[in-house]
């Protein structure tokens, strides 16, 4: 019998081949994401009995394509509904369905879904937001958390961008050379918020939604193949591949966060590493950079330190203020307090911290940070008041059991203090 966890990763690492292929043959959004949703309720009704199929994408995509299909003749009251059996009965004409739904242009499905996802006529908020809901299948909790909104302005903007889709009757056509230049930005864009939902994962979660990251890296690949040109492409997969290098020293045991100070870095991948060091080598040899590359820049120097004590603070905060003049952002900033605080002190990073606080009110890194340099400073009461809101604010049981940590060292301290 099939596990119903190994059916829920099956299903889930399936769904954007799926959809994509799906919406090839129909040309529909709703009708693909549809036929793909039914062929999800009867894989969980089969696959436990009968085992599961070789091929959990082609499986499918074509029982998928064959409950629309029925869907469709239905309504045009041309054919009679086919027999159960024909859908369970599958045989080796999973493999070749899938071999021919997937001889389309692009090298992969998925990619091509992604431009379609990343159409213009799309706000760039829509785009991502719609295509990490179809492509990749996260929850409107899922992608809120990522752009730091609420639930239900998300649920809006994905409602909307579904509206315009079909309003605007926008063409699901493969792009053009010109068209997927123009979408590059958007495509790359949500491809690093597919990869950091799988990266900021911990606790129990982490295990389930590491392969967010894998598939994001693998997707980047393809792109770097479609444009080997590109920096900010490459750029970007170097940034993914360093950030995902520190996977098996990110976390404890139990799956509590490991600060990067404080990782055992012999457990960091130096493949993986050495790949992502070229290709930024690589990119700025273009001497055209972009968030990206400069992102990866600083991956880098922490990639190159053996021992946490010999980061090169200085160079990263050359590169954070590189980042600041040509893409500004409050969470910039407050990254570029830490290298601030090794730089120069709590004090200092402190001063450039506090004016963030309206722009950051909902963002729980910003309380752990502020918190942490009030208790470097001696300010407990107030550390203990910003650490209460940062896990009012934490996404995860580990954010929240990392900030009591801190809460807990205060309170041995403070205890110290009492009794020496």
């Known amino acids: 019998m099939a596990e119903i966890a190994w059916i829920h990763a099956a299903l889930t690492s399936a769904r954007p081949q799926a959809i994509s292929a799906l919406l090839r043959y129909f040309r529909d959004l709703d009708i693909a994401e549809e036929a793909y949703q039914e062929a999800c309720l009867r894989a969980l009704r089969t696959w436990p009995q009968n085992g599961p199929p070789r091929d959990p994408a082609a499986w499918l995509i074509f029982v998928g394509r064959n409950v629309a299909l029925d869907q469709v003749r ?15 009965d599958l045989g080796d004409a999973e493999s070749e369905v899938a071999e021919r ?7 992969d ?7 379609i996802c990343c159409h213009p006529d799309l706000p760039a908020t829509q785009q991502v937001a719609l295509a990490l809901r ?27 961008a579904k509206g315009r889709v079909a309003a605007a009757n926008v063409p699901f056509e493969t792009p053009g050379p010109v068209e997927r230049a123009e979408r590059l930005a958007a495509v790359a864009a949500m491809l690093y918020l597919v990869f950091n939902e799988g990266y900021s994962a911990s606790g129990a979660e982490s295990d389930r939604r590491r392969p967010f990251s894998e598939e994001a890296i693998r997707l980047m690949r393809l792109l770097l193949r479609l444009f080997p040109t590109e920096p900010e492409i490459m750029g970007l997969l170097a940034l993914m591949l360093l950030q995902h290098a520190r996977t098996a020293a990110r976390l404890d045991a139990s799956g509590q966060i490991i600060l990067l100070e ?9 493949e993986m ?12 040899r273009h001497r055209r950079p972009g968030p990206y590359q400069i992102q990866a820049a600083i991956a880098g120097v922490h990639s190159r330190a053996a021992q946490a004590d010999q980061t090169d603070w200085a160079q990263i905060d050359i590169l954070y203020a590189t980042l600041e003049h040509i893409q500004p952002s409050p969470v910039i900033t407050l990254n570029r307090a830490v290298a601030i605080a090794k730089l120069r002190g709590a004090e200092a990073a402190l001063a450039m911290v506090e004016p963030l606080e309206q722009a950051l009110s909902g963002y729980f890194y910003f309380f752990g940070f502020k918190g942490w ?5 001696g300010r407990d009461r107030e550390a203990r008041t910003t650490f209460d809101r940062a896990i009012a604010l934490a996404g995860s049981a580990s954010e929240a059991a990392h900030i009591r940590q801190h809460i807990d060292r205060l309170m041995r301290e403070r205890g110290q203090v009492a009794t020496g």
């Open 273 to 284: 590493i050495a790949e992502g060091l070229a290709l930024v080598d690589k990119a700025m």
């Open 373 to 377: 340099l009030l208790m470097q400073l």
């Open 134 to 160: 179809i492509v990749s299948g996260l929850t409107v909790k899922q992608i809120a958390r990522a752009f730091l909104v609420g639930e239900s302005a998300m649920e809006q903007r994905i409602t909307r």
């Open 74 to 88: 239905r309504q045009k009251k041309q054919e009679a509904l086919p027999d159960e059996d024909r859908l369970s």
């Open 101 to 107: 739904l997937d001889g389309g242009h692009y090298r």
């Open 109 to 115: 499905d998925i990619l091509r879904l992604l431009f």
């Open 262 to 270: 404080e990782q055992d870095r012999s457990l960091w991948d130096r």
